[in-house]
């Protein structure tokens, strides 16, 4: 072109603050058909999951692994990020046969026989066959939902992953007592990652009738796993998407490859009267963003205000391009959440950077080995409405 | 192929060939971006999903200092074969070359301000969608044979011509930009979307663990557009413009894409016949990328564990290099992932040809990093953390580097690195020159956590004995080892997990007939004990308010308030206190600075009181 050199000048004119713009308004977008074709024009759908009085969500366990250290070296040791979740010879699919070299048929070939009720007998074949046994937690939170007549409703999300630490976490919390009597109406599980989903057994032994939503995306093994657990209730597959399931309370699935070879996560919606949305989640590897504008984009919710958030608060599902967009600290400010209860993959350093920078974070205890106070730690509750 | 494809996408989304195609491009790119080391080969740099809608995605690719779109258009099923069309897009930085080439109209939106925040979310923006297409990709899956190909179609040069001209507004009043009839746009598309092609067809090779088994290449004749005089923009024949089509197959049976119209066979290629020269040197004929398994991106499990800092000094030829070396191999031996920053501080190391990076990678491999800085460090060891996430950062200073220099520096980075360590090599041999004739060397040792005396076994007994003790009046406390070839275990050297704490040092040996030397200027260190736990915000204050001439306190002690002792640690503008892992039983500091004693004196009284 020949008038390139000019034309590098006045664009730079732009950089500069100095506004330059086309005259007559008649340059080549005016005459595109692009402007009239756009197929997906994101529109509010704005969806009714109707409404609830409160929502209080009790931390069950947020501790999924005691040592970051001795994790990040069995999944290197294994063969990296992208190996099956089910041959790394965690707990409690082991073989002996030590890091990487498991599958998940040889290790439930060990304990099937026990599941869902004999979990102490099952545990001492699981450590004598894993690796790394006591570096293994879980997470789980208790979700109760008042209705608006004031009626309670009760859900699970997640079931831990070690047995032994999340039938402990349970007997402190009183969801064992709580599933006995038939108080728990479901369990969601939110992806197959093993430190949510492995623990699966522990709600069985109290409940092996309770209802089960899982995301679409389980693998052969996974959907096999509740199977041999003993699980004798219903099973939905949640497809992409939303889900309602009860007046205030739906369930969103994003098909998204996530780490170890899972796909797919389920995170809840709840709308809380006169207060707006609240959300719960276990891992969020859809990233917050994406979360918060799929709400905004798929459900009608009070006073259009975002008002909680509880569990944990993925950075971003991937490396973004802009480390320097990338903070998620900035990006949960434009939201204006009311009521921040984060913990498990946020990241302590994350939890406190958004105390610093002014958030209304509720801080924890730091008991029953959760690490720091600036996450809703184990055993902690946080009440929404 | 099954299993390798079950890696990528459940059963559930497999079992739906429309779906499968859809969704086999994000895939590809997510589960290679999952991990540094591959992800870097492969030539990603980052990717996003679009927030807003659920059919784009950005992604930067290494060699492009622009970002790519990708926004799903169509996906369908016939004959149990499944196909997805997705649109590509090229938003280039404002300070691109290949900016020129694309419409004005594109030019001033790529020079304003949200600029970036609009490419987000490109799917939202008609106008972007409308001005920075610049190729088709297609993804076709047949799970009969669990057979995928991907499809790039572009023209080699998109030439848009303005009927009526174009003026553009600027602060020196009107300026036409384009004559009546002139060239407003003239894009090479091909050529733009070449890498990302690349990069997705190598991320294809890796997760498949096959090279593709066929290629083949289409020209046809392209067109060329208009616009202007009221109608709407409009095809023209054009005598330059061929269109060019690329599908590389994988277990792929089924006849291979062909674009429509009057297209050429140009190429026509299938294993095992040898690789067509023109593609010889592609990136996808490899699918094993060794020894990327170890680098791990952190965030993806929600771990925020900050990396350690080791600074590396030395004079020219103490051995730091196989040093290094050694060090890599024993952390890459546990899985353990090191970055290396080889750079003089403030010393411009590159030309900053770099697409505006901070920082050139000039060797990756099984446990390593190898950077050069171009610029700040600062800038640099965030994108490099954030690309890498190494355990470990080890900042390689040359010779004649001042690690006094360098402190005030590394503190202002404690919000990313967990100082550990400067380590500091001499070589037996040449280091009672060195230290005679250079402050510099002197510097180096007094400001060592840890020292090694390397190539031990060419000195004699006395000579190593007199560096000893020289090394000693200037370094009393520092832990020293004597090695070869710079061998020595990480362990040895820091303590398992890096948790060895200093030790109180030892009494000052001087040489015979000789008493410490005393320059003007000189750093010196004093080391102060307490009998007595002491008041934590006392301590605090004090660490606060040490003067600027104070480089290094580092030391154990007892808190009034705590029941184990604290290991302190402190360089200018930042201190830790962290509890020590096991008791010695000793409380002490070490102050190490220009005139220590007395700041050393200050510090003892201000903390008795």
């Given at each position: ?33 692009m402007r ?9 759908k704005?969806?009714?999951i ?7 969500v009790t931390?069950?366990s ?5 040592e ?5 070296g069995?999944i ?13 010879n ?5 073989n002996?046969?030590g890091?990487?070299?498991g599958s ?22 699981i ?9 293994a ?20 999300l997640?079931?831990g992953?070690?047995?032994?630490w ?7 919390e009183g969801?064992d ?12 599980f ?9 623990g699966l ?12 939503y ?13 199977k041999?657990?003993?699980h ?17 309370m ?5 098909a998204?490859p ?23 989640t276990g ?6 963003i ?25 950075i971003s599902?991937?490396?973004?391009w ?10 949960l ?14 990241g302590?350093?994350?939890?406190k950077?958004?105390?610093?920078a002014?958030?209304?974070v ?6 029953y ?12 509750t946080?009440?929404?409405? | ?21 859809a969704?086999?491009?994000?895939a590809?790119?997510a ?47 016939s004959?149990?074969?499944g ?9 280039p930085d404002?300070t691109?070359?290949?900016i ?5 109209q594109?030019?001033?939106?790529a ?6 925040d609009?490419v987000?979310?490109?799917t ?17 899956y ?8 991907l499809?790039?179609?572009a ?9 009526d ?6 602060p020196e ?28 067809a ?12 066929r ?9 060329c ?33 062909v674009p ?6 140009e190429l026509?290629w299938?294993?095992p016949?040898?690789i067509p ?35 590396l000094t030395?004079?020219?030829?103490a051995?730091?290099?196989s ?9 890459a ?5 090191v ?13 900053g ?29 965030a ?6 996430q190494p ?5 390689e ?6 690690p ?7 503190a ?18 040449n280091?009672?020159n ?20 390397n ?8 000579d ?5 003790a ?5 370094n ?17 050297l820091?303590?398992?997990n890096?948790?060895?704490?200093a ?5 000052q040996l ?9 320059q003007?200027?000189?750093?010196s260190?004093a ?9 934590r915000?006392q301590?605090?204050h ?29 360089v ?5 206190l ?29 903390l008795?009181?």
């Amino acid at each position: 072109m020949s008038d390139n050199i000019k034309r590098r000048d006045f664009l730079k004119g732009a950089a500069t603050g100095v506004g330059i713009g086309l005259l007559g308004a008649m340059g080549l977008y005016s005459y595109s058909p692009m402007r009239k074709s756009h197929f997906q024009k994101a529109e509010r759908k704005m969806a009714d999951i109707g409404v609830c009085k409160s929502i209080k969500v009790t931390n069950i366990s947020e501790t999924s692994w005691f040592e970051n250290a001795v994790l990040m070296g069995d999944i290197k040791g294994a063969g990296g990020l992208l190996v099956n979740q089910y041959d790394y010879n965690w707990p409690p699919f082991g073989n002996g046969k030590g890091l990487g070299k498991g599958s998940y048929e040889d290790g439930m070939a060990k304990i099937k026989h026990l599941l869902p009720d004999r979990l102490d007998e099952a545990w001492k074949i699981i450590e004598a066959n894993c690796v790394n046994v006591d570096n293994a937690g879980g997470y789980a939170a208790l979700i109760e939902l008042e209705q608006m007549d004031g009626a309670k409703r009760k859900f699970l999300l997640d079931s831990g992953w070690s047995y032994k630490w999340t039938e402990e976490c349970f007997k402190r919390e009183g969801i064992d007592k709580m599933l006995e009597n038939k108080e728990i109406e479901a369990l969601f599980f939110s992806h197959e990652h093993f430190d949510h989903y492995w623990g699966l057994p522990v709600t069985l032994k109290y409940d092996p009738e309770i209802t089960i939503y899982i995301p679409e995306g389980f693998y052969p093994e996974g959907l096999q796993y509740i199977k041999d657990c003993g699980h004798k209730g219903k099973l939905i597959t949640v497809k992409p998407g939303l889900q309602k399931i009860i007046p205030g309370m739906s369930s969103y699935v994003f098909a998204i490859p996530i780490i170890c070879r899972v796909y797919g996560e389920q995170s809840l919606y709840f709308n809380v009267a006169d207060k707006g949305l609240v959300s719960v989640t276990g891992c969020c590897h859809q990233g917050i963003i994406r979360f918060a504008e799929t709400a905004y984009n798929e459900i009608k919710y009070e006073n259009d205000n975002c008002h909680g958030i509880y569990g944990g608060l993925h950075i971003s599902p991937f490396d973004d391009w802009d480390p320097k967009y990338d903070d998620l600290v900035i990006s949960l400010g434009k939201y204006g959440f009311e009521r921040i209860g984060c913990n498990h993959c946020t990241g302590v350093l994350c939890a406190k950077k958004f105390i610093t920078a002014g958030y209304p974070v509720i801080e924890g205890t730091a008991q029953y080995r959760s690490k720091d106070k600036a996450y809703l730690g184990n055993g902690d509750t946080i009440t929404f409405g | 192929m099954q299993t390798k494809l079950q890696t990528l996408l459940p059963p559930a989304v497999l079992e739906d060939p429309e779906v499968a195609a859809a969704e086999l491009p994000r895939a590809l790119m997510a589960r290679t971006n999952f991990i540094p080391g591959v992800r870097h080969r492969l030539g990603w740099r980052g990717m996003r999903d679009c927030s807003a809608t659920q059919n784009g995605l950005t992604v930067r690719v290494t060699g492009k200092s622009g970002v790519f779109g990708l926004e799903a258009e169509s996906a369908s099923m016939s004959d149990n074969v499944g196909r997805a069309a997705f649109r590509l897009y090229y938003f280039p930085d404002p300070t691109e070359e290949v900016i020129e080439s694309y419409s004005v109209q594109a030019g001033i939106i790529a020079h304003g301000r949200d600029y970036l925040d609009r490419v987000r979310d490109f799917t939202q923006h008609d106008d972007l969608r409308a001005l920075f297409g610049i190729a088709r990709l297609e993804s076709t899956y047949v799970p009969d044979t669990s057979g995928i190909c991907l499809t790039l179609t572009a023209v080699n040069c998109d030439e848009i011509r303005s009927l009526d001209g174009l003026v553009v507004q600027t602060p020196e009043g009107p300026v036409q930009a384009i004559e009546p009839g002139g060239v407003d746009q003239n894009l090479p598309c091909w050529e733009t979307a070449w890498p990302l092609f690349q990069a997705l067809a190598a991320s294809a090779s890796y997760c498949l663990g096959v090279s593709p088994d066929r290629l083949e290449q289409y020209t046809g004749l392209g067109t060329c557009r208009v616009y202007g005089a009221g109608l709407p923009l409009r095809w023209e024949q054009s005598d330059t413009a061929h269109i060019l089509n690329l599908s590389l197959g994988y277990s792929f049976e089924e006849p291979l894409p062909v674009p429509d119209g009057d297209g050429q066979a140009e190429l026509v290629w299938k294993a095992p016949s040898p690789i067509p020269e023109a593609f010889a040197n592609a990136p996808w004929w490899d699918p094993n990328i060794p020894g990327a398994k170890n680098s791990f991106d952190k965030r993806t499990m929600g771990i925020t564990d900050k990396p350690r800092l080791i600074v590396l000094t030395g004079f020219l030829g103490a051995g730091k290099t196989s040093f290094l070396a050694r060090f890599i191999e024993n952390q890459a031996s546990k899985g353990g992932f090191v970055a290396v920053i080889q750079n003089e501080i403030g010393q411009k190391g590159l030309d900053g040809k770099l697409l505006g990076q901070h920082f050139a990678v000039t060797e990756v491999d099984e446990g390593c990093v190898c950077c050069t800085l171009a610029g700040s460090l600062r800038l640099a060891l965030a994108d490099i953390l954030s690309e890498f996430q190494p355990d470990f950062v080890v900042l390689e200073t040359t010779g004649l580097a001042n690690p006094s220099n360098l402190l005030q520096e590394i503190a202002d980075l404690d919000d990313m690195l967990d100082f550990a360590s400067v380590t500091t090599i001499l070589d037996a041999v040449n280091a009672p020159n060195a230290l005679a004739n250079h402050e510099v060397a002197r510097s180096q040792v007094r400001l060592a956590d840890v020292l090694l005396l390397n190539k031990i076994d060419q000195a004699n007994e006395a000579d190593q004995n007199a560096l000893c003790a020289l090394v000693r009046e200037l370094n009393p406390s520092a832990p020293m080892h004597h090695t070869m070839h710079g061998d020595i275990s990480p362990a040895m050297l820091y303590g398992v997990n890096f948790r060895q704490r200093a030790s109180r040092p030892a009494p000052q040996l001087f040489p015979m007939g000789k008493a410490p030397s005393h320059q003007q200027d000189d750093i010196s260190s004093a080391v102060i004990s307490f009998d007595a736990p002491l008041d934590r915000a006392q301590f605090s204050h004090q660490a606060e308010s040490l003067p600027s001439h104070i480089l290094r306190v580092k030391g154990v002690v007892d808190f009034i308030d705590a029941s184990a002792p604290e290991v302190f640690q402190y360089v200018p503008g930042s201190y830790s206190l962290t509890p020590a892992d096991a008791d010695t039983g000793e409380r002490f500091l070490v102050v190490i600075g220009q005139d220590a004693k007395n700041a050393a004196k200050g510090l003892f009284a201000a903390l008795q009181s």
